[in-house]
């Protein structure tokens, strides 16, 4: 419980700039947390996407690095083998995972690249304004879907999950939730795997977080959180899709 609660040395000790109740700072907080327990804050690079994930650079002490958007899976590919012993990871969200970044994605993933992908899935486009995400799910309204998402203008949302282990290369797959206690336990346990898997060398590793988006779903945080439960989890089941 302590490793959940208390500050990760590698989180600076400020207030973060993520709207009220985002789950981005449980996500955030979470991989610092085991980081420090395995002592490589010393030894990683994260990668941030473009968007909420980028503000990670003003609130985390470790070694970071920018990319265009959509393109961490193909820096952290570079950096990984270019300094095999840095432990590399990503922080992305789903647009930048898995839209304008999809094909970056799944060639880091088919090549077995041996980085950690952390996937903040909160069904929109959280900074530039609640655009449509390829998780969007269905009769969803977002900036660019006032009258919802339907399948035959939009197509359907995209499950990143299940396509990834449709590969043969990556060696973890797991999709969380931060929205309780419970949860957020088992979400440090799946994102603990995600990076013991690139220590041990076994290759591509992905944990998907299952989040919210408040302010752009325009609705309080308690009800996000009820939103996720109700609406997001029947849509993106939690759980381990591989671990080889």
Request: hydrophobic share 35%; with cysteine.
């Amino acid at each position: 419980m302590e490793k959940i609660y208390s500050r990760p040395a590698g989180l600076k000790k400020m207030i973060n700039g993520y709207c009220p109740g985002c789950l981005h700072s449980a996500a955030g907080k979470l991989i610092m947390s085991v980081l420090e327990e395995l002592d490589l804050l010393e030894k990683t690079v994260m990668v941030d996407g473009v968007g909420c994930c980028a503000s990670n650079h003003s609130y985390i002490d470790i070694d970071a690095c920018g990319s265009p958007h959509g393109r961490p899976g193909a820096v952290a590919s570079a950096i990984k083998r270019c300094s095999p012993e840095t432990i590399v990871v990503t922080y992305q969200g789903d647009g930048d995972l898995a839209s304008i970044g999809l094909a970056e994605t799944m060639m880091a993933a088919n090549r077995g690249d041996n980085i950690s992908v952390f996937f903040i899935n909160n069904a929109n486009y959280g900074m530039t304004g609640g655009q449509m995400a390829p998780t969007t799910l269905m009769d969803m309204k977002t900036s660019t879907t006032p009258y919802g998402r339907h399948a035959d203008e939009h197509g359907y949302p995209m499950h990143m999950c299940e396509v990834l282990n449709t590969l043969t290369a990556p060696s973890y797959i797991a999709r969380v939730t931060c929205i309780d206690a419970p949860n957020m336990r088992k979400a440090r346990a799946a994102v603990k795997q995600a990076i013991q898997h690139q220590l041990d060398g076994k290759g591509f590793s992905m944990v998907e977080f299952v989040s919210n988006c408040p302010t752009n779903w325009g609705v309080s945080p308690l009800e996000s959180l009820k939103f996720i439960k109700e609406k997001m989890l029947p849509e993106f089941p939690l759980g381990e899709f591989r671990n080889r």
